[in-house]
């Protein structure tokens, strides 16, 4: 499974987009970029996957460049509620038996007022 | 529909005590998973079951730490004995298909274990 290297922590103020950088130099041609967000008491959430170029949904985008060596979460406009722990994980999702998630550390993010 | 159901929320024991914890995955899901996450880190698979086959146990502590999947459907995770750097939060997260899924895993809200 590919590692992922992502900053320990990042702060920000409410209305301001949120960039996270997740770094993945041994990415595998199967796998796929999964980020998870974790509030304080509850499990992981999924939030947004993709494989390479841009996927953005309801909550968030995520921005693949063409080496798929990196990827970047953007969160526009967090508010107070989007303080929490957010998780990057790689691995391939199409096939069965064995590729489970990898959890790193994380990267906390707090948004201040 | 419905979330993975997990229960006891918490749970305070003694070294040396036995504890169990539950979960109920989403109806339909085939495959089921139990993480340990430690305070300050990510979640670390322990287990993983096909229906009510083992996938993956090679992070399970064996001479303490059992599970089982009866019926392909809920799962027991029990600790025994238990010991201080077992305590944790224990997480249940299920899929519908046997990896990871382009929807990702559905989490529990855990079960915090206390071991004093």
């Known amino acids: 499974l590919a590692k992922t290297t992502q900053p320990i922590s990042m702060d920000s103020y409410e209305g301001q987009e949120v960039n996270i950088t997740c770094s993945h130099n041994?990415?595998?041609?199967?796998?796929?970029i999964t980020w998870y967000q974790q509030f304080p008491s509850q499990g992981p959430r999924f939030i947004i996957q993709?494989?390479?170029t841009k996927v953005t949904n309801e909550v968030a985008s995520l921005f693949i460049p063409a080496d798929r060596k990196s990827s970047t979460l953007s969160l526009p406009r967090v508010s107070l509620s989007d303080t929490a722990v957010y998780y990057c994980l790689v691995g391939d999702v199409l096939t069965g038996g064995g590729n489970k998630l990898t959890f790193g550390t994380g990267t906390q993010l707090k948004v201040e007022l | 529909e419905a979330g993975v159901a997990q229960s006891p929320r918490y749970k305070i024991i003694e070294k040396r005590q036995s504890v169990a914890f539950w979960c109920n995955p989403i109806s339909g899901h085939a495959t089921l998973y139990w993480y340990q996450q430690i305070l300050g880190q990510g979640p670390k698979l322990l287990i993983q079951?096909?229906?009510?086959?083992?996938?993956?146990d090679s992070q399970l502590p064996k001479d303490r730490f059992s599970a089982e999947r009866l019926k392909g459907v809920d799962s027991t995770l029990k600790i025994q004995p238990a010991k201080l750097e077992d305590s944790a939060v224990y997480l249940c997260a299920s899929s519908l298909a046997a990896g990871p899924t382009l929807y990702g895993y559905t989490f529990g809200s855990g079960t915090r274990l206390t071991v004093v």
């Open positions: 079951f096909q229906n009510n086959g083992v996938v993956d």
């Open positions: 041994n990415i595998a041609t199967n796998d796929y």
């Open positions: 993709g494989y390479k």
